[in-house]
């Protein structure tokens, strides 16, 4: 059975940082995407970063100042946020695609002070 165990989110002023980790269980995920999206209020899913491989991708509000990066000896995900602002604020959900399915991790709250 897949899990993901997200950890990292809180509350930081707009100019920090923050580190997000998501763990995933119930498999050997190297060859898998993973990655990133986030839910504020109101508004829809979208897309924060995937990775494959050596290969990347960023939502256009997010480039620059966030990286992700993965750790396949330990099916871990990071995404490591810089220069955070208002606007960032929200639930981030860990996605792995495995198999024809997107598994989800339960989020976790990123909250932005300005």
């Known amino acids: 059975q897949v899990q993901l165990v997200e950890s990292g989110g809180g509350v930081v002023q707009a100019g920090g940082s923050l580190r997000l980790s998501c763990a995933a269980a119930g498999g050997i995920f190297s060859l898998n995407v993973m990655g990133w999206y986030r839910q504020a209020p109101g508004k829809q899913r979208e897309l924060v970063a995937n990775i494959l491989g050596g290969t990347t991708n960023y939502g256009d509000s997010v480039k620059g100042r966030f990286t992700i990066s993965r750790d396949n000896a330990k099916n871990t995900v990071y995404l490591q946020m810089n220069s955070l602002k208002p606007e960032d604020t929200a639930v981030y959900y860990c996605?792995?695609?495995?198999?024809?399915?997107?598994?989800w991790g339960q989020g976790t709250q990123v909250t932005i002070s300005s």
């Open positions: 996605y792995l695609y495995f198999r024809g399915t997107n598994y």
